[in-house]
């Protein structure tokens, strides 16, 4: 089968390889139909490896050179185990994270923190391929009505739920969104669902804040222009945001948000960042403000494909691009190039 897999930074390559054996237990086999290229696959193609261990994965044995992608859409081709309500033939999407099972926070049903954790295409061989291995727990069955498309968008919906999920946005919540990349979308639709009142955004691309602004944000601001935390503390009515997501990773930005939540509020940090947060210890004590962690999702999934099949999440603006495999490394090259014209690009090993 062919695959697009990770040998090093600024190395990817579609190669042939084998099909995956049968699943174990604990797998499932799917015949990948999309599968969307992520904000951490470009890392790792810029400058990797980050997520990527260049030994053996403690618990999926997995080494480069590898295929990356973990959001995906497809359907069953094999099963290791029974899982109620899924059989072979079944379209699906996937929860792309490797668990143990048996720790303490597994037991407690916090698999994503497992310390023994890792994702589908970080470590294991991942969906840009035709074929791929899959969590077993993670499948989700793709109703009719929401496509394969649609459903290869879910994952990174689901982080944008569960950083809002996190932040405890609740009806009538202001919010300010640092970033309106792909997570800043999704953090978006997500606040917006669960009732946000006024959805401030900052981001510097001119494209991104357009498209926001037709989402319905209440508005977006060009930080390199505007003292975001000044004007949304002057729209709030002299208080501040009731929450501040940041969906950068950039630790100055990081450290501003929580200068900029209002006294009493949440500050949740949902961008993959690599740097250190320096933060005034007065800012958090005196003004009793919560600075949170969030990662990835926790049954977030199959959340998404729900709102999504019962209409009340519409995620088309943010898929901005499709393209073959084949294309696959000109894309990453493309996107590494040029973020700004695109927010979530497919690619489909079915050809288009």
């Not at 295409?121 to 989700?140: C, E, H, N, Q």
């Not at 009719?144 to 879910?154: F, G, I, K, R, S």
């Not at 990174?156 to 640092?178: E, F, K, M």
Request: overall charge negative; proline content about 7%.
């Amino acid at each position: 089968m062919k695959a697009l897999r990770w040998h090093g930074a600024g190395d990817l390559r579609l190669e042939e390889v084998s099909d995956p054996p049968p699943p174990k237990p604990h797998e499932a086999v799917v015949e990948v139909s999309w599968c969307g290229v992520c904000g951490t696959d470009l890392h790792e193609f810029l400058e990797g490896p980050h997520m990527i261990r260049t030994g053996p994965h403690p618990l999926t044995g997995a080494e480069p050179p590898l295929a990356l992608g973990h959001e995906f859409s497809g359907t069953v081709l094999a099963l290791g185990g029974e899982v109620p309500g899924i059989a072979i033939g079944d379209r699906v999407t996937a929860d792309p994270v490797w668990r143990c099972g048996t720790c303490y926070w597994c037991v407690r049903g916090e698999y994503h923190i497992c310390p023994r954790s890792g994702s589908v295409g970080l470590a294991s061989p991942g969906a840009f391929a035709d074929r791929v291995t899959v969590p077993l727990a993670g499948l989700t069955r793709l109703p009719d009505n929401v496509t394969d498309e649609m459903a290869a968008l879910a994952e990174p919906l689901a982080v944008g739920l569960h950083a809002v999920t996190r932040a405890g946005v609740g009806p009538g919540d202001s919010v300010l969104v640092v970033g309106g990349g792909p997570i800043g979308f999704a953090v978006v639709l997500a606040a917006r669902l669960a009732g946000a009142a006024g959805l401030y955004v900052s981001e510097p691309l001119k494209e991104r804040r357009e498209k926001l602004l037709d989402l319905g944000v209440t508005e977006a601001y060009d930080p390199r222009e505007t003292d975001v935390r000044r004007e949304v503390f002057l729209r709030t009515g002299r208080i501040g945001p009731d929450v501040v997501i940041d969906a950068t990773g950039v630790a100055s930005l990081a450290a501003r948000a929580v200068a900029t939540v209002r006294r009493g509020g949440r500050v949740v940090l949902a961008g993959v960042g690599h740097g250190t947060v320096e933060i005034d210890m007065g800012q958090l004590v005196f003004y009793e403000r919560s600075v949170l962690g969030t990662l990835g999702y926790n049954f977030d999934i199959p959340r998404v494909i729900d709102l999504m099949s019962t209409g009340r999440l519409d995620a088309s603006a943010l898929l901005t691009g499709r393209h073959s495999l084949d294309e696959g490394a000109g894309v990453f090259a493309d996107l590494a190039g040029d973020r700004a014209a695109h927010l979530k690009v497919l690619l489909t090993p079915k050809g288009l």
